[in-house]
């Protein structure tokens, strides 16, 4: 039974992979191999899984390669469309503080004219009081000279009949004399009275118009506040999630930051307004505190330049490996396949303190940053900085290669902090999310 099967396999291989001879001759004598259809079998077999295994791995690194290139063009469509909107709420943060400058100046010249306005309405008062209380002592003064003159009066008559009419004429007209002079000064002194009075009344009134205007102009100060604030709200936010999200305290870099840079002096100088020993001005302490988060949002980017949240590989690329255990042991960062000669760049500002070869990370830079970290990028097949040299954030340091422990091309990028390495991603990922 095995023997007649064994001859049916047998002669359907012959009909299809009919037994062969391959002849070798040389000068002294020929020899032959034999290749039977099991062999041509074999060897059809062992080609055809070759060919689609080839066919099949093209075609996964070509989807991946398309794939990573989708990844990347997304990833600066995103950025850039971010950075058009952080750039237009830059500039209308920069409008409303111009507009809330504008707004104060015109705030502080209305509070000087109503000042001059009370003073003035102040003194016109005081003279007002003085007029009056000249006019009650001419009034005091008329009456007595009015009872002055019946009294003289009554004399007279009794006098008649003593003394001649010569004496009394005289003593009359000196009399009615007196009080013309007194009559004319209490009307004089009457029409000041009423003048001073027309003065204080269009002084009140023009005070109710300032008033008014100081209303109005309060609320669009309120109204320019509010935008801003809400303008400085969007912005500061996303930023805060961006060191937070890197596991660093928002509140410690600022500190940090300020320390380094501790002049003052500028635009974004606290504004001082006097109050004239009154309560402070809460416009004032508004002001103050949006230019405190423009403040922030300027130390805020001075970090963000010294923390690795840039990407060290702009080109087309693939992730191969991440951060974490791999083969039993440590990968302490992140792989990025690519062509020999990608350019590599700095993700943040910083000090080249080792470029050189070392020992399975092959040509090998390390570059120091602020708060304690340290980037590394490894197995490049050139590299652009030495050792000392002060590179920035997007600056070029080398390129792409496949020295030291490396299976090809590839950049291994690891991120330190305090010398313990962290996962690159946290930091590339928290600046994608804001820039």
Sequence with gaps: MRSRLTQKIHGFLERHFPERRLFLRSDTETRFIRLKPETQLVAWAGCTIVVAWTIVATAILLMDSIGAGNFRAQAQRDQLTYEQRLNALSAERDQRAAEALAAHERF?????????????????????RELETGLEVVQSTLRDTMRAREDARKELAALAAETDQTTVTALSQDAVGTVDLLANALAETAAERDMIAADAEFAIDHASEMELELRLLQERNDQIFRQLEEAMLVSVEPLDRMFRAAGMDPDNLIAQVRRGYSGTGGPLTPLQFST??????????????????????????????????????????????????????????????????????????????????????????????????????????????????????????????????????????????????????????AGQDVF
Excluded at 108 to 128: D, G, H, P, V
Excluded at 317 to 332: E, K, N, P, V, Y
Excluded at 388 to 416: C, D, F, K
């Design 276 to 429: 004239r020993g009154g309560t402070i001005d809460p416009d004032a302490d508004r002001a103050n505190d949006i230019l405190g988060a423009m403040d922030r949002i300027n130390l805020y980017r001075i970090a963000a330049e010294k923390a690795p949240f840039d990407i060290p590989v702009k080109s087309n690329f693939r992730f191969t490996s991440g951060f974490g255990q791999r083969w039993g042991r440590l990968h302490a960062g992140t792989d990025f396949a690519g062509p020999v000669g990608t350019p590599i760049y700095s993700t943040a500002d910083g000090v080249v303190t080792h470029a050189g070869w070392s020992s399975g990370y092959g040509r090998l830079i390390k570059i120091r940053h602020e708060f304690g970290i340290e980037t590394r990028y490894a197995h490049l097949n050139a590299m652009n900085v030495k050792v000392g040299q002060r590179v920035s954030r997007g600056e070029r340091i080398g390129a792409m290669g496949n020295s030291g422990r490396s299976t090809g091309p590839h950049l291994h990028y690891e991120v330190r902090v305090g010398g313990e390495p962290v996962n690159p991603m946290i930091y590339i990922k």
């Design 108 to 128: 502080n010249s209305a509070l000087r004219q109503i000042s001059l306005m009370q003073t003035e309405l102040l003194n016109t008062e005081e003279k007002r």
